[in-house]
């Protein structure tokens, strides 16, 4: 898996190409190191519409001085939604480094997740959680992320749902009522392992990401 770096030759497609390649989607556009909200502000002033999950953390500096911050979600990835063939657009913002894909083939997030993160946000309690690849699964049932599956942790005497965005190999922790969550049948092989167990990824899987 490569980083899709796009010219504005390539855009240039027969007309072989299916509709769905040309019809507008979310993508992953990797960025600069703490460019996330420049990026969003550059992508708006250009009218690509985007979106940039934010969390609010309490930060403590070394002078003991804490402050309240809105951090991305999702360190380096903002979300665009376009027409493949507007990539070039999206490279062409300051603090863009590429599009996330396989080779020259973008790959497209689930419009599901997208809308189920927005809806979420400033109703639940998310924040960032370390990549999970196996652990028990479960649905959450009831509320804005309804329908929305992950690994099942407990942080004290909380449940949070970590939910997997494969894409880009990043999760988020969210904080769901028991009564909300419903087993999901293993499927695949997949392992099941007690509530709160996380492994790291195994080191031989290759992610979607950029390189």
């Given at each position: 898996?490569?980083?899709?770096?796009?010219?504005?030759?390539?855009?240039?497609?027969?007309?072989?190409?299916?509709?769905?390649?040309?019809?507008?989607?979310?993508?992953?556009?990797?960025?600069?190191?703490?460019?996330?909200?420049?990026?969003?502000?550059?992508?708006?002033?250009?009218?690509?519409?985007?979106?940039?999950?934010?969390?609010?953390?309490?930060?403590?500096?070394?002078?003991?001085?804490?402050?309240?911050?809105?951090?991305?979600?999702?360190?380096?990835?903002?979300?665009?939604?376009?027409?493949?063939?507007?990539?070039?657009?999206?490279?062409?913002?300051?603090?863009?480094?590429?599009?996330?894909?396989?080779?020259?083939?973008?790959?497209?997030?689930?419009?599901?997740?997208?809308?189920?993160?927005?809806?979420?946000?400033?109703?639940?309690?998310?924040e960032p959680h370390p990549y999970l690849?196996?652990?028990?699964?479960?649905?959450?049932?009831?509320?804005?992320?309804?329908?929305?599956?992950?690994?099942?942790?407990?942080?004290?005497?909380?449940?949070?749902?970590?939910?997997?965005?494969?894409?880009?190999?990043?999760?988020?922790?969210?904080?769901?009522?028991?009564?909300d969550l419903e087993p999901v049948a293993?499927?695949?092989?997949?392992?099941?392992?007690?509530?709160?167990?996380?492994?790291?990824?195994?080191?031989?899987?290759?992610?979607?990401?950029?390189?």
């Amino acid at each position: 898996m490569q980083t899709v770096v796009a010219t504005r030759g390539e855009q240039e497609v027969g007309g072989l190409a299916s509709a769905q390649e040309f019809s507008a989607n979310w993508f992953a556009a990797y960025t600069n190191s703490h460019h996330e909200k420049r990026v969003a502000w550059h992508l708006a002033e250009r009218q690509i519409e985007s979106f940039l999950p934010l969390y609010r953390a309490r930060h403590r500096w070394k002078n003991r001085c804490e402050m309240n911050l809105e951090l991305p979600l999702f360190p380096n990835y903002v979300f665009v939604h376009i027409d493949p063939r507007e990539r070039v657009r999206v490279l062409e913002v300051p603090g863009v480094q590429s599009l996330v894909g396989f080779g020259r083939t973008l790959a497209p997030l689930p419009q599901f997740e997208i809308e189920a993160l927005r809806s979420g946000l400033g109703q639940r309690n998310i924040e960032p959680h370390p990549y999970l690849v196996i652990g028990e699964r479960v649905r959450i049932k009831a509320g804005p992320m309804r329908g929305i599956e992950g690994v099942l942790v407990r942080k004290k005497n909380n449940f949070r749902v970590v939910v997997a965005l494969d894409v880009i190999m990043q999760s988020v922790a969210v904080e769901v009522d028991a009564d909300d969550l419903e087993p999901v049948a293993n499927r695949g092989g997949r392992i099941v392992l007690p509530p709160g167990f996380a492994a790291p990824p195994n080191p031989q899987t290759q992610p979607c990401r950029p390189l």
